[in-house]
Nanobody
Framework: QVQLVESGGGLVQAGGSLRLSCAAS????????LGWFRQAPGKEREFVAS????????YYADSVKGRFTISRDNAKNTLYLQMDSLAPVDTAIYYC???????????????WGQGTRVTVSS
């Protein structure tokens, strides 16, 4: 397993941007598929975006397509989520996840971070 630590959350006005980071421990980071999920107050956790270990395949939830961009820097063992045109509905705790096999919207990733809170005000 890898250990994951998210950062970059905060309070932002609607229409603004944030970039989330997820720092991972371990020397095999480049072998892992990675994902971002979020959980809004009173709702179940939902898929946001994922990226394969090779970096050449990305998947997005329809609700964030065109606004969010997932990327990774294997040299820095870091996953990113650039979030633009944020709206109040994006308010949630955002979690990064890693797995050697799982990708896409499948929630059965093996390793999870503790989450970072994003609040979008109207």
């Amino acid at each position: 397993q890898v250990q994951l630590v998210e950062s970059g959350g905060g309070l932002v006005q609607a229409g603004g941007s944030l970039r989330l980071s997820c720092a991972a421990s371990g020397r095999t980071f480049s072998k892992y598929n990675l994902g971002w999920f979020r959980q809004a107050p009173g709702k179940e956790r939902e898929f946001v975006a994922s990226i394969k270990w090779s970096g050449d395949n990305t998947y997005y939830a329809d609700s964030v397509k065109g606004r969010f961009t997932i990327s990774r820097d294997n040299a820095k063992n870091t996953l990113y989520l650039q979030m633009d045109s944020l709206a109040p509905v994006d308010t949630a705790i955002y979690y990064c996840a890693a797995d050697l096999w799982t990708t896409g919207p499948d929630p059965t990733f093996e390793s999870w971070g503790q989450g970072t809170r994003v609040t979008v005000s109207s």
